[in-house]
């Protein structure tokens, strides 16, 4: 059996502007790498073709796969990427009619069965993680018999009882990496977000006990498994000695919710240091002061805190036990340990209004942030916010633009679409062009000259990216 893992192209970057996302941030398909790690662990042959990676042609992608003769071909999907994926399947089956196909991804475990309904040459749906499941599919195990497997039967759709989870996250073999080509020195972190170069990516955790209105657990749920201490620094050590690899953003959802295997990191690298850096991710109320301290001096550089927005009522419904206050002080000591700030944020949530907007954008400025990202809201299939959405905007329900950077919600606080993008530019732009941030980077910037450099090689890509966030003219 020979298993081809596809990361399709999908939508990454504003409608009607040439996609310069891969400028700024190329992250290496972190779901497939474990797949195919696994797969391997079990004796399966597999391959991994990114196509949003620096080798694929866009053009080339379905002859790419066709030269790799799979047996089995198997796509993991965000929402905006599903139907690019569907379409390489159309393309594939008229050259290889009898390929079987699998799609799996947070996109799949929201909607479930109805997606073979719609889309007749998907074979197999994979729901929730995909490890043991597309293992035994790749191994020959009845269908019937594989849980987490949804499959036609004839003219029925067969849905199987769901997969338990992975107890130990310990058993899964280290990320494939090897298998990416480019890795990792055309795999890029975000600009200014890191020291030194070259850089890689990790998970450490999965799932979140909490239950923000606009997050999807489609996948993990609601429970939280981790790795342990001596894994994740088993993971940084091969990171460090095969690759090189000199900073890692690690992409949990929470990576300090467990108190104990962080202090047991900390203590690790401390003692027995590996001279790389890292980025992680906290929540109000689980970075406190010691904490902090022994993240940095484990070699963390920068901490991103999931803030959302700056207007009370909304982080009362959409981020519950979240406080501005604390917000504020949790910004303060991070920074007063020596560790960088970077606020994530989230405009166009239901209640926005022109007034919790700029509540927003003035609360972004007055924390003094190292950096920020703001999201534009989308309501994934798979979130709280689904069901009820329609009662608080109006939804423009288009798989491709939903990817966070393209509004397809519009509060009913809001008048216009037009409106709605205008108010993200203005308070975006206003952010970069404030005076603290600006003195913030000019003082770091021998610290980030691999980003001015990676600025500088790209800059007609970056300044079309630019003009994205300029009003747009209407065609006459």
């Known amino acids: 059996m020979r298993v081809v893992l596809v990361h399709p192209l999908g939508s990454n970057w504003v409608s009607g502007h040439k996609d310069a996302s891969s400028l700024a941030n190329r992250m290496p398909p972190i779901g497939l790498l474990s797949l195919a790690a696994w797969l391997e662990k079990e004796g399966i042959e597999t391959k991994i073709i990114d196509c949003l990676g620096p080798t694929v042609a866009p053009g080339g992608v379905v002859q790419r796969i066709v030269q790799e003769e799979p047996d089995l071909l198997g796509f993991s999907t965000t929402t905006s990427a599903f139907l690019d994926a569907y379409q390489l399947t159309e393309s594939i089956k008229k050259i290889k009619p009898n390929l079987k196909t699998v799609f799996g991804g947070v996109h799949v475990s929201a909607?479930?069965?109805?997606?073979?309904?719609?889309?007749p040459e998907i074979d197999f749906l994979v729901m929730g993680e995909g490890e043991r499941t597309l293992s035994e599919l790749a191994s020959g195990k009845n269908s019937a018999e594989i849980d987490g497997l949804i499959f036609r039967n004839g003219q029925e759709i067969i849905v199987n009882r769901p997969r338990e989870p992975i107890a130990d996250l310990d058993s899964l073999p280290l990320p494939a990496y090897d298998k990416l080509a480019g890795f990792p020195n055309h795999y890029q972190l975000p600009l200014f977000s890191y020291i030194n170069a070259p850089g890689a990516t990790m998970i450490t955790s999965r799932g979140c006990p909490y239950q923000c209105s606009y997050c999807d657990r489609s996948v993990f749920k609601r429970g939280y498994r981790f790795n342990s201490a001596e894994y994740i620094y088993e993971h940084m050590a091969f990171l460090r000695g095969r690759f090189g690899v000199r900073h890692v953003n690690i992409y949990d959802d929470l990576f300090t919710l467990h108190r104990g295997r962080i202090e047991a990191l900390c203590e690790r690298l401390i003692a027995k240091p590996l001279a790389m850096r890292f980025n992680c991710a906290v929540r109000v109320g689980h970075a406190d002061d010691d904490l902090l301290r022994l993240l940095r001096r484990a070699g963390c550089l920068m901490v991103s805190l999931g803030i959302e927005s700056g207007d009370a009522a909304l982080l009362e419904t959409h981020k519950p036990g979240v406080y501005v206050d604390d917000v504020k002080a949790t910004v303060a000591r991070i920074q007063a340990r020596g560790l960088r700030a970077?606020?994530?944020?989230?405009?166009?949530?239901?209640?926005?209004?022109?007034?919790?907007i700029k509540k927003t954008s003035d609360f972004v400025i007055s924390l003094g942030l190292d950096d920020m990202n703001m999201a534009k809201f989308t309501p994934f299939h798979g979130a709280p916010t689904w069901k009820t959405i329609g009662q608080y905007g109006e939804l423009k329900e288009d798989w491709r633009l939903m990817n966070c950077l393209n509004f397809v919600f519009r509060p009913w606080g809001i008048q216009s679409w037009e409106r709605l993008d205008q108010l993200y530019n203005t308070h975006v732009k206003r952010f970069y062009s404030d005076p603290g941030w600006r003195r913030r980077l000019v003082k770091r910037c021998w610290q980030h000259r691999h980003s001015f450099w990676r600025l500088l090689r790209h800059m007609p890509g970056f300044l079309g990216a630019m003009r994205s966030f300029e009003p747009q003219r209407k065609k006459s």
């Not at 909607?111 to 889309?119: A, H, M, S």
């Not at 970077?342 to 919790?356: A, C, I, N, Q, V």
């Open 111 to 119: 909607i479930g069965g109805d997606l073979l309904r719609q889309f």
């Open 342 to 356: 970077k606020g994530l944020f989230m405009m166009g949530l239901p209640g926005e209004t022109e007034e919790s």
